[in-house]
């Protein structure tokens, strides 16, 4: 197997459709810039022009936006596969910034590189553009949680679906997986307050559902949680029929 072949990317996408070996090279080529982040440095401001996408080969990255008054709306945590300011290479400005959480390895791809892939490789292009779909999904299903579930469901739902998305590339299972978020990372996405934050995970955890601890999620009842949270992951769209 290329080293491709088996990076994060290339099995995310492989849930959507067989890639070629011409589909793998392309992918080969999207990863040809790789670039090493310290954590706590912006890779992307909101705001910037001319901003640059990335593909995540390790670590973890927090989109956000900034409020006028200073406070930190988490959007998204991105995961190894994930594209990092996609929209902010068709858009004029980038719309939020984003932050490594610890250090982090991804690929830098410039506009030309993704116009060239997809006029050579229209399925890669499909591809591409079902993962953006997918992401929207969770960002709507996201505003659907702060909105509308209260804060040990919304918890319940949010590690749930982390571990769904760790899973499709190999780092996560219905056991568990490493999560490097902070209660403070929590609460910014999940509109709480940290202090909010420790009570749910204590709840949780006396619950005899989910435990978070020392940088790991471990899904002691599974199934429970899933039912907890109401957790339907036909949103991930992980499990469809492959393009061939």
Same mark, same amino acid.
């Given at each position: 197997?290329? !080293?491709?072949?088996?990076?994060?990317?290339?099995?995310?996408?492989?849930?959507? *459709?067989?890639?070629?070996?011409?589909?793998?090279?392309?992918?080969?080529?999207?990863?040809?810039? =790789?670039?090493?982040?310290?954590?706590? $440095?912006?890779?992307?401001?909101?705001?910037?022009?001319?901003? #640059?996408?990335?593909?995540?080969?390790?670590?973890? *990255?927090? /989109?956000?936006?900034?409020? !006028?008054?200073?406070?930190?709306?988490?959007?998204?945590?991105?995961?190894?596969?994930?594209?990092?300011?996609? $929209? /902010?290479?068709?858009?004029?400005?980038?719309?939020?910034?984003?932050?490594? %959480?610890?250090?982090?390895?991804?690929?830098?791809?410039?506009? /030309?590189?993704?116009?060239?892939?997809?006029?050579?490789?229209? =399925?890669?292009?499909?591809? %591409?553009?079902?993962?953006?779909? =997918?992401?929207? #999904?969770?960002?709507?299903?996201?505003?659907?949680? %702060?909105? $509308?579930?209260?804060?040990?469901?919304?918890?319940?739902?949010?590690?749930?679906?982390?571990?769904?998305?760790?899973?499709?590339?190999?780092?996560?299972?219905?056991?568990?997986?490493?999560?490097?978020?902070?209660?403070?990372?929590?609460?910014?996405?999940?509109?709480?307050?940290?202090?909010?934050?420790?009570?749910?995970?204590?709840?949780? =955890?006396? /619950?005899?559902?989910?435990?978070?601890? &020392?940088? $790991?999620?471990?899904?002691?009842?599974?199934?429970?949680? *899933? &039912?907890?949270?109401?957790?339907? !992951?036909?949103?991930?769209?992980?499990?469809?029929?492959?393009?061939?």
């Amino acid at each position: 197997m290329t !080293p491709v072949a088996a990076s994060p990317l290339t099995l995310k996408l492989s849930a959507f *459709v067989a890639l070629s070996e011409a589909e793998l090279a392309v992918l080969a080529r999207l990863h040809g810039r =790789r670039r090493t982040f310290a954590a706590g $440095r912006d890779m992307g401001h909101q705001g910037q022009p001319d901003q #640059a996408a990335y593909i995540l080969s390790s670590g973890w *990255v927090c /989109s956000y936006k900034i409020q !006028p008054d200073g406070t930190r709306q988490i959007v998204d945590f991105q995961v190894p596969g994930d594209f990092l300011g996609l $929209r /902010s290479v068709l858009l004029r400005t980038s719309d939020h910034s984003f932050e490594p %959480i610890g250090d982090i390895q991804a690929a830098e791809v410039l506009t /030309s590189d993704l116009l060239e892939a997809f006029v050579q490789t229209p =399925r890669l292009a499909m591809a %591409i553009l079902w993962a953006a779909s =997918r992401d929207e #999904a969770m960002v709507v299903e996201h505003l659907v949680g %702060i909105g $509308r579930r209260d804060a040990d469901a919304r918890m319940a739902h949010f590690l749930l679906e982390l571990g769904s998305r760790l899973a499709l590339v190999g780092i996560g299972s219905k056991e568990g997986y490493d999560c490097p978020l902070t209660q403070y990372h929590l609460a910014d996405a999940l509109g709480l307050s940290a202090v909010h934050i420790n009570r749910v995970l204590r709840q949780l =955890r006396e /619950s005899g559902l989910v435990t978070f601890r &020392d940088g $790991r999620v471990t899904f002691d009842n599974y199934s429970g949680l *899933v &039912d907890f949270a109401e957790f339907d !992951p036909a949103y991930l769209d992980q499990t469809g029929p492959l393009l061939k």
